[in-house]
């Protein structure tokens, strides 16, 4: 890859895209000040908005298992013949998870913040790293490796508010429907180590190598704005299934999304940087059953897809070389995850 950069640096001596800069902060303000307008009302005029439920904390403890999913980049050729993918790096992030989350009931509103750190210190698959450098024929995937990959400490926060409005509405009061607005901080830490190098090429005679130690260390952070709908079902007044509750939300997401690429095993310091923006859908549902007057749990399911796009910038220390470019440019996340937890109300 280095023989690969240098060959064409002095060609293209003075490339430098940078990737346009995004007013998440704006359009995330302009979401709260739309908030405080639409919930002003409710303290002015509606008389039940003075009233708080009489157990208006909830507090709970959950775990979650990511099955399926990855966090992902690649980024194209920025010379001729320019190649898309160059190169596409694929990371797990099939592992457990643990947190805790506090919400706050208002008989109109209510906000909530949770917390999740990774349990698990390996995920279940390998990272996988793909090239297609050959310029005479840029189809052909020339090099190949798997490597086992290390979760370091990593974190998910969420932070939400929703409104009450299906009274409003006129609808049954065993549904409960609620916009929602929040912001959703994600940083994945990972390690590859101990991995395999083979060159699928067609006439490629060499043979796979092994990879000892580790061998990149990675670090993806998104952050999320988003908004989107609540809805939950009183399954007791309907069906007579007493202390069952259904509970689903649907969003979408404004994403900025920045990651480090730290390539260990290469000569000298290499280091790569994806400065990206793009859009998130996410999706969940959750059964929550009652145990006692104040003791719940629940069992759900959720699904994040992130798609970003944006900048590449590689920095070799030893070889001098700095330059950014935004061909192919792509950063990208699937998350499927199953929940179990308790939640306590006081």
């Not at 990855?70 to 643990?98: D, I």
């Not at 979760?151 to 929703?162: G, M, R």
């Not at 940083?187 to 590859?192: A, E, I, K, W």
């Amino acid at each position: 890859m280095i023989d690969f950069v240098n060959k064409n640096l002095q060609a293209e001596k003075y490339l430098k895209l940078t990737r346009p800069k995004y007013l998440y902060p704006v359009i995330f303000l302009s979401l709260t000040m739309l908030w405080t307008v639409t919930i002003h009302p409710v303290f002015a005029s509606d008389t039940e908005g003075r009233k708080t439920s009489v157990q208006p904390w909830t507090a709970a403890l959950q775990t979650k298992y990511f099955f399926k999913s990855h966090t992902s980049y690649e980024f194209g050729n920025p010379f001729p013949p320019n190649q898309a993918p160059l190169s596409r790096l694929e990371f797990p992030l099939n592992s457990w998870w643990a947190g805790a989350s506090l919400r706050r009931e208002f008989s109109r509103f209510s906000v909530g913040a949770e917390v999740l750190r990774n349990l698990s210190g390996e995920a279940k698959d390998d990272m996988t790293d793909s090239d297609w450098d050959d310029d005479a024929q840029p189809d052909t995937l020339t090099i190949y490796s798997e490597s086992s990959c290390r979760i370091e400490p990593s974190y998910i926060v969420h932070v939400d508010a929703d409104l009450k409005i299906s009274d409003w509405m006129g609808l049954p009061k065993w549904v409960d429907l609620r916009p929602a607005a929040g912001v959703t901080w994600q940083r994945f830490s990972l390690v590859t180590h101990d991995g395999v190098q083979s060159y699928p090429a067609p006439g490629d005679t060499r043979p796979p190598e092994s990879l000892p130690g580790d061998g990149i260390r990675f670090e993806q952070t998104y952050w999320q704005f988003w908004t989107g709908l609540k809805a939950a079902f009183d399954l007791g007044k309907p069906f007579h299934l007493s202390g069952l509750k259904l509970q689903t939300q649907v969003d979408w997401a404004y994403v900025d999304a920045a990651n480090e690429d730290y390539h260990m095993l290469s000569i000298g310091k290499r280091i790569t940087n994806e400065k990206t923006a793009g859009n998130a859908w996410h999706a969940l549902v959750n059964l929550k059953i009652g145990l006692t007057q104040n003791l719940n749990a629940n069992i759900g399911a959720e699904y994040l897809r992130i798609v970003t796009t944006g900048s590449h910038r590689l920095v070799h220390e030893t070889f001098g070389i700095d330059f950014t470019f935004e061909n192919g440019v792509k950063v990208w996340s699937r998350q499927i995850s199953a929940t179990m937890g308790l939640e306590y109300s006081f």
